[in-house]
């Protein structure tokens, strides 16, 4: 088989590559403005427009807002797809200091502009992936949370229920004890050990 040369792939990808610009113009009242719309993300941006759109769905404690996955979706689009400046609330800053985000305005912003119906094929692309895919990921962050919080809770309950059991137990019983805790959690990584650790409790 022969050999292809890696300039020639690379024209190749050149010439085939998908345009990663559209303009619209939208007017007000009697002037109008140009939207420049990026319509091909990258790897890393992908992963900087998943990671925006999830932290705003959940708050400082971990627990899912349902209501703000369109509005930071939608935002979220607008600041990263679109060359619109992003709307602030103003004299509110955000836990790192920058000024927060006005998600409400943001959203009414890509409501009143009708983005989701844009006449472009890459652009469509786009929203036929991302959505989905952020999608994805408020599911998974939903799960860890729930994990997370099961392992804390199955701890917890273990903690109390090995403090009861030794409260009142002979030396010699408690080494016998220490023991099998040793033996249940060998060569175990942090999973593991927890269920290590409930399964020398059934013993």
Known sequence: MKKIAVNTVKAFLKENKKEDAYTQVFTVGDSSFEVSFHTALTIAEKSTFLNRVVSGCFDATG????????????????????????????????????PALDVDAMNELYLAMDL???????????????VPLCGQAID???????????TDTALRDLLEG??????????????????????????????????????????
Not at 116 to 130: K, S, T
Not at 140 to 150: F, N, V
Request: hydrophobic residues 35%; contains cysteine; negative net charge.
């Open 63 to 98: 627990k899912f807002r349902p209501e703000y996955v369109s509005p930071m979706l939608r935002a979220t689009i607008l600041q990263m797809c679109t060359n619109i400046p992003a709307m602030t609330l103003k004299n509110e800053t955000d836990e790192v200091g920058v």
């Open 116 to 130: 989701d119906h844009v006449q472009n094929a890459g652009y469509q692309d786009m929203l036929n992936e991302m």
């Open 140 to 150: 998974w962050k939903k799960s860890s949370i729930l994990a997370d919080h099961g």
């Open 162 to 203: 090995l403090a009861d059991k030794v409260k009142d137990i002979d030396t010699e019983s408690l080494m016998q004890y220490a023991g099998i805790l040793s033996e249940g959690t060998k060569g175990l990584g942090e999973g593991g050990i927890l269920q290590g650790l409930l399964n020398s409790r059934k013993a």
